[in-house]
């Protein structure tokens, strides 16, 4: 894989790109020297999101059967069961819970799921009893008959894009991420809610059961509150597709989120104020989409994160990109799993199917690949074996804790585990840079009218190959089969054809060359 960071006609910070493909969960997670993996329990089954109480123990929920789970050390029990979840399809379910910030004062969760009494996606609160300061045995009863519903009527017409993400930011207001329910245009319209973040004010809500007014949960300082619809006004953020992750930093309230592309790019978007629009559908990834669905749009906001879909040939069968957001130290310092310091403000990116983790540093809206550290599973990757990790969480203990649907394959149990540093009294050493195994030089002529000659110096023997990429991912042209070369210089010519022998499109074209395991990359510009 090749980073690159250059804004030549992509628009994004940081662009990834995708090259192999692990198969659902088949290997433990790996990472970096100094760190460890630590599974907590296998007592879950399809687990797909979870959350810390206040003290120390973990809320866990279960897609299928609807079930909200307690982890006390490594011990799991039900502490109850979300009534009329419809998990009809792999993307409907219960999908995503937050706890109240101010339990155990207000002994509350809150889920995301969808309903089979209703064709529609409900965020919902539940009150918790029992134990709730965990002083004694630690259990807890959820009471499924204080259901109190936020919003209940959220469109659930197709079996996916249905979001799944509920959260509380250090402002106390409850942020939601909403899918378009596979209806692209949906995204660009605020009066529906769909492809969008909501913010909702929960400190208005009598003690349940019931549902809330529009006016209830919408809080007066959202971006649209002056809309004259009173769904507009508890958007946050829009233009997205199917954001099924955020994570929000507990030490400045910005929110990362994760939206799923659909036949081109992943995307990593920073919603650090109210009202931004993220281009779905007109856009994907970093370019455009094509699909045109109202005029005298804003200005639509960039991702600063992105990777294409590799072509079938890569064997990349499916991807989908998921968030641990921001590291931030949550034990103050004390926690023996805490991870070094120049890890805090770093955003961890990884991906459901493949399993890579990526670690990126920066700020604002400009960030970059880490540099790697000693032990890595590979220059680019931070981490791997992350395969249908559904989400992640920060833990007081300063582990980063990962939630993972299946383990040994799709039928196999669900894990809760953590990644800990085991020696954090040093920030991350770096290892001493290896000679690369091939150098590019520049293309010429660049841009190209017909062809393109793309120099390159192997400096050890190296199986090579050469592919053509479009911006959506797509391979169009094998220009090198994989061969063994000795070390020299060497050029390829691309006369501008795709595998038919067809001329190609004008416009950004990616040309990776492989060389013995590593993955280089030119960009080409076509001008007819």
């Known amino acids: 894989m090749q980073l690159t960071t250059q804004r030549f006609l992509v628009p994004v910070a940081v662009v990834l790109t995708l090259v192999a493909r692990t198969h659902g969960a088949e290997a433990a997670p790996t990472v970096p020297d100094g760190f460890g993996v630590e599974v907590m329990t296998n007592d879950v ?3 797909a999101s979870i959350a810390f109480l206040p003290d120390g123990r973990l809320l866990i929920v279960e897609q299928r059967s609807g079930k909200v789970r307690l982890l006390r050390g490594t011990s799991v029990t039900t502490i109850g069961t979300v009534p ?3 998990s009809s399809a792999n993307e409907r379910g219960l999908l995503g819970i937050a706890v109240d910030p101010q339990w155990p004062t207000h002994p509350y969760v ?9 064709p529609h996606v409900h965020i919902s609160r539940f009150r918790v009893s029992g134990d709730l300061s965990n002083t004694g045995a630690g259990t807890l009863t959820m009471d499924v008959a204080s259901r109190y519903d936020l919003v209940n009527d959220i469109p659930d017409n197709q079996t996916i894009h249905n979001g799944g993400t509920v959260r509380f930011g250090p402002d106390g207001k409850l942020y939601d991420s909403i899918g378009e329910d596979s209806s692209p245009c949906v995204a660009q319209d605020k009066t529906v809610l769909g492809g969008k973040i909501l913010r909702l004010d929960v400190s208005r809500l009598p003690d349940g059961p019931g549902t809330a007014t529009r006016a209830l949960v919408t809080p007066s300082d959202n971006p ?3 809309n004259s619809d009173p769904d507009a006004r508890l958007v946050w953020a829009w233009g997205l597709r199917n954001p099924f992750r955020l994570q929000i930093d507990p030490q400045t309230g910005v929110a990362y989120v994760t939206d799923v592309g659909e036949d081109g790019w992943e995307e990593l978007d920073r919603l650090d104020q109210g009202g931004l629009d993220f281009g779905w559908p007109m856009r994907e990834g970093p370019v455009s989409h094509g699909t045109s669905c109202a005029s005298n749009l804003p200005a639509q906001t960039e991702p600063i994160c992105a990777y294409s879909h590799a072509a079938e040939e890569d064997n990349l069968e499916a991807v989908a990109i998921m968030n641990a957001g921001v590291y931030r130290d949550r034990s103050n310092g004390t926690g023996a799993a805490r991870f070094p310091a120049g890890y805090s ?10 399993g890579h983790m990526w670690r990126l540093v920066g700020s604002n809206n400009s960030w970059s690949l880490a540099p790697a550290v000693a032990g890595q599973p590979s220059a680019e990757h931070w981490g791997e074996g992350f395969s249908t990790v559904s989400d992640y969480a920060l833990g007081p203990d300063g582990a980063l804790w990962y939630c993972q649907q299946f383990v040994g394959g799709f039928s196999g149990p669900g894990e809760i585990g953590r990644v800990i540093a085991e020696n954090h009294s040093t920030p991350p050493p770096n290892p001493t840079p290896m000679p690369p195994i091939a150098m590019l030089s520049a293309v010429y002529p660049q841009p190209s009218a017909a062809s393109a000659t793309l120099p390159f110096t192997l400096a050890q023997q190296a ?3 050469v592919k053509i990429y479009d911006l959506r991912g797509r391979r169009v042209r094998e220009l090198v089969e994989p061969e063994t070369r000795a070390a020299g210089s060497y050029a390829e010519i691309w006369d501008g054809l795709d595998d038919d022998g067809r001329k190609v499109d004008a416009g950004l074209y990616f040309v990776r060359l492989g060389a013995g395991g590593h993955q280089y990359e030119w960009r080409v510009v076509i001008a007819r």
């Open 224 to 226: 649209f509150v002056t």
């Open 45 to 47: 089954t399809q687990p």
């Open 110 to 118: 809150y889920v995301h799921y969808t309903a089979s009494s209703d």
């Open 345 to 354: 403000g770093n955003v961890f990116v990884s991906d459901y199917y493949v």
């Open 84 to 86: 009329s979840v419809n």
């Open 463 to 465: 199986r090579v190959d």
